[in-house]
């Protein structure tokens, strides 16, 4: 067990095996379709869920979805995390929305979370549903590749989120142009976790100037923190690698 706990750990959130909010849970970005070899890997390094980023897979399909989810689970015998990210937010998706919906309903059969967009509008509230039909988790992220927005901003995307749509997990992830970003994001986060008894915050800060909200988040309240598998590419700028965030967290951050 990890020395680090999360700001408000009495307040937990379970989804199947995967206990959300008592101490910093390690997610390995995995890109499909060739998942198994790399979700082993991830386990390897100290990975604590595997997301697997079913847009980084060019013929992407319901089936090919499902294939690339089971081989992830058996690989690294992991709970999962399904997202079919947007270009817009850090992804390589660009065709219609209504096309995600079938990926969505797999993936909503196969992980513990399914990870949709806020700006997500036209399906959102369906993937919702279908995440509540088969008893699992939503994610509603938000990625702004420009700035910080202020707090008030960042608080009006968390309700929207939260009490709009339903989100048990609110994931915000801005980009930081300096030290003060930071801290606003991770002020937000421990603000978040006090106001909001059922929903659980991710929050991590993109860029270089980013990288320390990935290790100190959680001592805020984020209850996930995302890394890259060694010998892979980080999924995100300011990304580290998984080994180096579990051997942090074992030593106290």
């Not at 008592?22 to 198994?36: M, S, T, W």
């Not at 929903?199 to 800060?205: E, K, P, T």
Request: aromatic share 4%; with cysteine.
């Amino acid at each position: 067990m990890s020395p680090v706990s999360c700001h408000g750990s009495q307040r937990t959130r379970a989804f199947g095996e995967l206990v959300l909010g008592a101490e910093p849970r390690i997610v390995a970005v995995v890109a499909a379709p060739d998942v198994a070899a790399t979700a082993r890997r991830a386990r390897e390094q100290g990975a604590d869920v595997i997301e697997v980023r079913l847009d980084r897979d060019p013929e992407l399909s319901a089936d090919r979805a499902r294939a690339a989810l089971r081989a992830a689970r058996e690989a690294a015998g992991l709970p999962l995390v399904a997202t079919i990210r947007l270009a817009s937010e850090l992804g390589e998706w660009s065709r219609p929305d209504a096309e995600r919906l079938p990926i969505f309903e797999v993936a909503a059969a196969e992980a513990e979370l399914v990870d949709v967009e806020l700006a997500a509008r036209e399906i959102r509230a369906q993937v919702v549903a279908l995440a509540r039909r088969n008893g699992r988790g939503v994610i509603l992220s938000h990625h702004d590749v420009r700035e910080t927005p202020a707090t008030a901003v960042l608080a009006a995307l968390a309700a929207e989120a939260v009490e709009e749509v339903g989100a048990d997990v609110f994931k915000v992830c801005p980009m930081a142009r300096g030290p003060l970003d930071v801290a606003r994001l991770l002020s937000f986060v421990q603000e978040f976790r006090d106001r909001y008894e059922r929903a659980q915050v991710v929050g991590m800060a993109l860029g270089a100037e980013g990288s320390i909200s990935r290790v100190m988040g959680p001592v805020f309240g984020s209850c996930l923190t995302y890394g890259f598998v060694e010998g892979d590419a980080p999924a995100a700028p300011g990304q580290l690698p998984i080994r180096e965030l579990r051997e942090r967290y074992a030593r106290g951050v």
